[in-house]
Structures are given as C-alpha cells and as structure tokens.
C-alpha cells in the first residue's frame, strides 16, 4: 500500500510538472508571437501612413465622402462613404496580409473634431481590451480639410490570433501529454494487475501444497508398516519410496516458500558447506529411478570437496528439477548424464541429455514464469512453468549463472555456475 501511494504521488506530480513545463514553454511563445507581431505592425503602420500622404485614389474617395462634395461623381454622398469604408477596408488588409498579418481587425477613420468620419467599428465595442494601434496621419486629407486625422487599427481578438499561430506547439504538446498519462495508466493497470495474479497464484501454490501433505504423511505411514512385513527383495523398492517420499516433503515446504520469492524476501538459510555428498546422493536417488524406468544415467562428481556458502534444500530441490526435466522430456532412446567439475573457483554441474532439445527462439524463455515449449513431443509432459523459474531463483540467490544448450531433435545441455567459498569470504564474513 506503500510503495503503491508512493508510485501514485511520483505519477501525479510527474504529469502536473510536465504541464507545468508544457505551460511554461507556450507562454515563451506567446511572448514571440506578439514580439513578432509588433514587428509586422510596425512595419505596416509605416507603409499605410506613407500611401494615404499623398492623393490617389483612395484617399481622393475618402476626402469626397470627409467633406461631402461629390461633383464630378453620379453617386449619393452615402453611397461614396460606403465605398469609402469598402476600399479603405480592402487597402487596410492588403497591406497586414503582406507583412504576414491575417487576424481580423476593424478600424475607424476619425478628425480633431472626435467625428468618426469612416468606420467598421462592431465586435471591437463588443470586446474588452481590444489592441489599438493609433496612425496620425498628415499630407492630403489634412490639407483638404484643414483638420487633423486618426486612424485606428482595432484588433479585438488579437489573444485568439496569437494562440492560432502556436496551434503547431499547442495541440502535438496536448496529443503527447494525453499520450504519455494514457501509458503510464496503462502500465500502472498492467502492473497492479501482475500483482493481482501473482498473490492469486500464490494463494492457489499455498492451497495446493497445503492440501499434498495430507496424502504425503499417509504414503510415509503406509511404508512403515509394509517395512515390518516385507520380505529383502522389497525392502530396496520400500526405501525408494520412502526416499521419494521424503523429497516430496521436502519439495511441498519448499514450494510453499516459493510464493516469497516475488515478494523479495529473503527465503534462504545459506551456510558453509561440503555439497559433493549431497549431490552424491541426489545423484544415487536418480539412479535408482533411472534403473526403474529402463534409461541409461551415468554421473560424474570430479574433485574431492565442493565447498559452498548454500541452503541445501534448495539446491538440491533445484538440480532435482533439472534431472526430473531430463527425464520428463527423454527420447526413446533415452541418455542422461550429470557431471560435476571444478573450474577457476567455480563449481559447474552440468546435467545432459539426448532428449527432444529446444528451438533456439524458445531456450530464451524457457526460464520464465509460467513460460512452456508447447509443441511437438512436450504436451504428454505436464507442468506449469515453475520449474526452471525456480532453478534460475535459486541459483541467482547462490550468486550464480545458469546456462542452457539445446539442439532440436539432439539434446539439451544445462549448466549451473555456483562460486566456491573461499577462506578468505569466510574471514571477511566474521
């Protein structure tokens, strides 16, 4: 619980800071867009003030509809100032248009007498705050009229046109933000979910090997009665049930603390030890089953002491499950070997065997949870995937390697890599 509100506040003040950032960069860049917008302005204003000095046109129209003369014109006053404002309003966006100009804008045409003489003037009243850019203007219409005039540039949505020109910044910063709260939604869900399966597979492994020991204490009472009664020739098969059964113990309180071993718990109970005895007698009990099920099992223990910092529970369990996989995945024909050897302050058990082998592409998971080869001769063998994750926990947990060789159709070669213990780690321990 945690560790899990641990993950939410880094999760939340991650994406509250990125949009921070993401602020923090669009507010730069309204500072250039206006900065830029400025320089466009400016450079406008300079070239409307200069074609309205002199007469043309325009400003021949305009000062007809200032001071009311129309001769020479068959038009209505009214309708020379609707042409006014018509013109005037085209000339004005020509000129913003090429200095890179495209918000809307408005404008009025006043005198020193206040009197707007044209004017588009509609949202800008409509509006708060709109940007004014003011234009004193001098040459003919103040010559003609012997007054002064003014002309406004009104921009009353100039905030909306500056955020336009960062749509290129805005809406991919949007996309990518929503994006990335949307993985890390997901990954959290995906992760909250894995540990969901995970307690729900260690509940049913607890259940599971609860339930086996029931019948695993029957199986070890029924063998010491038949013990009393039994005749030489059934003693050795009563002692290697006897045996099996005990390893079968072993294995159920070991897979009970299996469940730990996702939770990072410390499960071992490591000391110093000779483990070539042990391994003798995993490799005896093997035999022994070998013989039973008619295949071939040579081994090999090289070396007069295998000394090891190690829990032999485990270590035995795990090269049990190795030989048990050998045995479960032989060919007709079977051969099954294991070898022991000491190699620059190493210890390599190799386990081999002539069986069915393993493609290339699934040796690399074969050592995942859950993970099985289901394909060709595998489906009679059943399992659920634990077997070689346990081994590779274990020998990690000894600070070891473990390796695989497989050939379809040739064999399999697994070797695990445990370090000795030394004096000198034993010095540094104390």
């Known amino acids: 619980m945690k560790y899990r509100n641990l993950i939410l506040v880094i999760f939340a003040v991650s994406v509250i800071g990125l949009a921070y950032v993401q602020y923090r960069y669009l507010r730069i860049g309204l500072n250039l867009a206006e900065v830029q917008f400025t320089q466009k302005i400016g ?25 009311g003369n129309n001769a020479g014109f068959r038009m209505s006053l009214d309708s020379i100032a609707d042409a006014s404002t018509y013109f005037m309003d085209a000339f004005l966006s020509g000129k913003l248009t090429e200095n890179g100009i495209k918000a809307d804008f408005e404008y009025r045409l006043y005198g020193s007498d206040s009197i707007n003489y044209l004017s588009t003037l509609d949202q800008a009243q409509k509006t708060t705050n709109p940007l004014v850019y003011s234009i004193q203007l001098g040459g003919y219409l103040n010559e003609l009229t012997r007054k002064n005039f003014t002309l406004d540039l ?36 995906s992760f909250y979910w894995q540990r969901s399966v995970i307690t729900t597979t260690n509940d049913f492994i607890n259940n599971l090997t609860h339930e086996l020991k029931t019948p695993v204490f029957s199986i070890g009472l029924a063998t010491k009665i038949l013990a009393e009664n039994s005749s030489e020739s059934q003693k050795e098969m009563i002692d290697l049930i006897r045996l099996q059964n005990e390893k079968l113990k072993t294995h159920i309180d070991k897979v009970l603390e299996l469940a730990t071993l996702d939770k990072k718990k410390k499960i071992l109970n490591k000391l110093e030890v000779d483990y070539l005895p042990q391994l003798s007698q995993t490799a005896e009990m093997f035999a022994k089953l070998c013989k039973l099920e008619h295949i071939q099992f040579d081994y090999q223990l090289s070396g007069d002491t295998y000394p090891l910092y190690a829990e032999v529970a485990h270590l035995n369990n795990a090269i049990g499950n190795l030989l048990d996989n050998a045995m479960k995945y032989r060919s007709d024909d079977a051969s099954i070997s294991l070898s022991a050897y000491l190699e620059m302050n190493k210890l390599v058990i190799e386990v081999s065997d002539n069986g069915i ?25 059943k399992g659920y995937g634990l077997g070689l994750y346990y081994v590779k926990q274990i020998v990690q947990m000894h600070s070891g390697k473990i390796r695989l060789n497989s050939t379809p159709g040739k064999g399999t070669q697994v070797q695990v890599i445990l370090p000795l213990y030394t004096s000198r780690q034993s010095s540094k321990s104390k």
């Open 43 to 67: 450079q406008s204003v300079r070239e409307i003030k200069s074609d309205l000095y002199f007469e043309n046109e325009l400003t021949h129209l305009v000062g007809m509809s200032v001071t």
């Open 154 to 189: 009104v921009f009353p949505n100039v905030h909306r046109y500056f955020l336009s020109q960062l749509n290129g910044l805005i809406i991919p910063s949007l996309i990518f933000l929503v994006f990335i709260i949307l993985v890390i939604l997901w990954v959290l869900k």
């Open 357 to 381: 082998g393993i493609a290339p592409e699934k040796s690399k998971k074969i050592f995942d949870k859950y993970y099985r080869v289901s394909e060709g001769d595998v489906h009679h063998a």
